[in-house]
């Protein structure tokens, strides 16, 4: 703080140069300009009387500190029958346009029916897939929000999910294109134990599972006589693994063919059973097919 006091006039105030203030003497006192920085120091009496403030320079002038960064951000779109999200981020900040971009590019390649996943920053939106096909998310930054989409994606597996995806809010642009489409496969047999014929009717490589499940479920019918038939389970990308034990046959599905025989053991280990793994069918091989129990690799 700078003190000022004024000074008497008369022959004393004629006869003396009073300097008050608090400047070093190190420092060099001028006539103050009122250039940016400098600071008041003392207080010069000019003979007669005349008093001029006196400054010294300040530190520079600081820069006006840079904002705080803001990070990236995005937002993501998804359809349930895509195996691929649709990202549109990298943007500096949450006001952006990504939300409806990314929903417009899914819709344009599923030809509708796509849902915005909304949007995230700072982080990595982590993502797991189980045997059926399903994908379950979570973010980085969100321990608990990971560890439930593992836990829900692997329910009642006996593996756990494999991580697919790790995408970050940086992400530019993610745009998949007609091979997102996931392809469906379901198999479907008598339902009951009347009139069941010990075999699996297939449909593979459908756009939808309603498409696979109804050609599952009518080949099944028209084989048994009208029989009704159920599916059992289905796999979107994925592959069912055929097995039997000396009590029962049954089907596995898993994201891999080595995943399905290794899921599969792990079921009969679980229920301490001897199993025979038979055939394996590919989602993503297209047809219809039908396996025996019977007959393939496990006949009594």
Not at 272 to 286: F, G, N
Request: aromatic share 8%; net charge positive.
């Amino acid at each position: 703080m700078i003190s000022f006091r004024k000074v008497a006039t008369g022959l004393l105030a004629a006869a003396l140069t009073t300097l008050i203030g608090v400047a070093s003497p190190a420092q060099a006192q001028y006539p103050c300009t009122g250039a940016p920085g400098e600071q008041m120091a003392a207080v010069k009496t000019e003979p007669g009387g005349a008093t001029v403030p006196l400054c010294i320079p300040g530190a520079s002038p600081q820069e006006a500190p840079a904002p705080a960064p803001q990070g990236t951000h995005a937002a993501f779109a998804f359809h349930v029958d895509a195996s691929d999200f649709w990202i549109d981020g990298n943007y500096t900040g949450p006001g952006h346009a990504g939300e409806r971009i990314s929903l417009e590019q899914c819709n344009r390649v599923m030809g509708g029916g796509c849902v915005s996943g909304g949007g995230w920053g700072n982080a990595a939106m982590v993502v797991y897939r189980n045997g059926r096909g399903e994908l379950f998310w979570g973010w980085s930054y969100d321990k608990a929000s990971v560890n439930k989409a593992q836990t829900d994606c692997r329910a009642n597996a006996i593996l756990p999910c494999e991580q697919v995806l790790k995408l970050g809010s940086s992400t530019r642009e993610r745009f998949p294109g007609a091979e997102a489409r996931k392809r469906y496969l379901a198999g479907a047999w008598v339902k009951g134990a009347e009139g069941y014929d010990g075999k699996l009717y297939i449909a593979s490589g459908e756009p939808t599972y309603a498409a696979a499940a109804d050609k599952a479920i009518n080949a099944c019918r028209a084989a048994t006589g009208g029989r009704e038939c159920a599916v059992i389970d289905y796999t979107a990308d994925g592959v069912l693994q055929a097995y039997r034990s000396a009590d029962e046959q049954g089907v596995v599905v898993e994201t891999t063919s080595a995943r399905a025989a290794k899921a599969t053991q792990g079921v009969c280990k679980k229920a301490k059973v001897k199993c025979t793994l038979q055939a394996q069918y590919d989602a993503r091989r297209p047809g219809q097919f039908v396996h025996d129990f019977k007959s393939a690799g496990g006949g009594e």
